[in-house]
């Protein structure tokens, strides 16, 4: 097989570093308006980068080595930080995203069972109904912005495939309370930069409060529907778990929620972008899909034989990884790249940086989806690649997030051009998640297969 050439490859929006001339205090406001826009020659150049900031040690780990330390060797020995707590602990206090120890062995043991195979299979033909749902109604609007039109799609998805499609949900209204959550608890702010404890609050917006008591209610009625109405699938599996309490039943309900679409819907939504700007990769989708599914929708076991249409997800998680930043705090002393991270250190993993370094990428601001065939070691373990962080704590839902990526993209490359302008070219905005600032005006117009 051929591969193109790095001059034929599209370099995609990539987020301004810092020049490393910026003073502490514009540096500062700099990583507030944008975290991922907060880091210089030094984090992109080497493993590991401290600082001292607001009085506390910040360790800027952008490494596999480093990584695997903190997520995998000593994982015991790191919790979540405490602006972790004060972000997602109004919505998720006592759910998988926030707790630890034993409370998180034990809820992650109560969920895990609905990801695997044998329901990933039974799951397949739920998401390929949703996607023939959501072309009836691209066929009737095909203009339309992306972010929201694969914010709708995935809601969908997770409503139908792992909510068991309750009666009486309310999707639209719970959609826009879900997105309102998470941006306005993943916007920095001033004072989150500060060592405030554990248990002070972060005070929300009136429409961040709103939209969370919405998401709270709703987690209760879906729980009350199905206590009603026994089902196989994730509100089931969670009420069916004796040993959780209301409260982290109802938590992980909203932590799915959130993570349950908003993550795989900006993956798809930056992927469908780069396809629109890249007529090549579109047009070896379509091939691909063809090949293997003809005009029919996708079935489970012909996922692994679209291994170009998987790369492209992979390289668009590798430019734009759902979880640019991860947070962690160490509880004793350990030693992680030649450095000693003390009790009371901030550590800072920065999966956006490690993405794009030269030091593990070839061309890494290029979009260039056949390196992940080239090198199909990137996706090992200790890999420099992490879109779903690594370790015990590795994303649950990770296999569903990309079976379901990969029947969207390629269902929709193989049945539409997709159309984006040449002047959509949206900055990388972090909020929780790496959204495209303003969104992405497109087209998606039929083709014949």
Known sequence: MSHPSP???F???HAKPLTGKEGFIEATWKFIRNPVEGFG??????PIVTAKTLGQTLHVISDPEGMNDVLVRHADKFTKTAIDARILGPATKEGLLSVHGEQWKRQRKSVAPIFRKRHMEDLAPL???VIEQFKARIDQRPNLDLSAAMADLTFDVLAKALLGDPKGLDRDRLKTATRAVVTGAGTLRPDDLLPWPRWVPRPMTPRGSAALKRLKRAADDLIIERTQHPADDLVGLLIGAENLSQRERRDNLIGFFIAGHETTALTLTWAL???GRHRPTLDRIRAEVIAVCGDKPMT???LDHLTFTRAVIDETMRLYPPAPLLNREPQVEVEVLGRILKPGDAVLLNNYVMHRT???????LLFDPDRFLRDPSLRAKGAPYMPFGAGPRICVGAAFAIMEAVMVLGTLARDYDIIVAD???PRPLMTVTLRPEGGVPASLVRTDV
Request: no cysteine.
């Open 7 to 9: 001059d034929t490859l």
């Open 300 to 302: 489970y076991d012909q």
């Open 358 to 364: 030269e030091r593990l990428w070839d061309n890494p």
């Open 273 to 275: 972008y780069l396809l």
């Open 127 to 129: 998401i390929a109904d």
């Open 11 to 13: 370099q995609p929006p």
């Open 423 to 425: 002047d959509v070219y």
């Open 41 to 46: 020659p030094l984090a992109y150049r080497q």
